[in-house]
């Protein structure tokens, strides 16, 4: 799986992308650092196992790192693109506070070219607590959608843009936005038409 050769991304979107890789990466490996300091701050010498306090620093620091600027979207995800040929809208169980919760959940079918079409679920409530991937319904069958390792979501490629009533979801927050809009109303980011 990988994104299709005849993708091409905006050149400045593509700037600004492996800017935010770049520094998310370069602050995941500070938080590392700041751990593999702390280790050798801590005299783990008298506990009965001294390396696992300091395995126990370290994996402290790239679980911290992975909440904070989401290195495992970087590290363990891939990029990939393909077109949607389904979109389902349907109530999901959900895990929430150690409860159990019913979601409204929108998926995604993406035919990537691989052997099994690839699943991709959407959930952002508004205030009212509708999922606004329903309501907005910005995704549409027949789509070319790209996801690019280290974000969220997937965007629309190659959408006509003459209709206003044209949605574009923010790769790096899902907002949905205008077709009006250069950049996300939200998170300021530059987005891909
Ligand atoms: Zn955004």
Known sequence: MAIDKSIKLPQKFLDQ??????????AGITLLCTAGI????IDFSESRYPVMGIVMVMACGFVLACLIVGIHRILFRTSWSGTITDIDADYHIRTKNRGLSKKFIVTLTIDCGGKEPKKFELLHEDRNGENKYYTEAPYKVGDTVVFLRGM???????VATEDMLTLFICPYCGDINKAERDT?????KYLVK
């Open 38 to 41: 702390l280790c050798a701050a």
């Open 17 to 26: 992308y492996r800017k935010n890789i770049g520094s998310r990466i370069s």
């Open 184 to 188: 996300c109303y939200k998170c300021g």
């Open 152 to 158: 969220k979501y997937p965007m629309r490629y190659g």
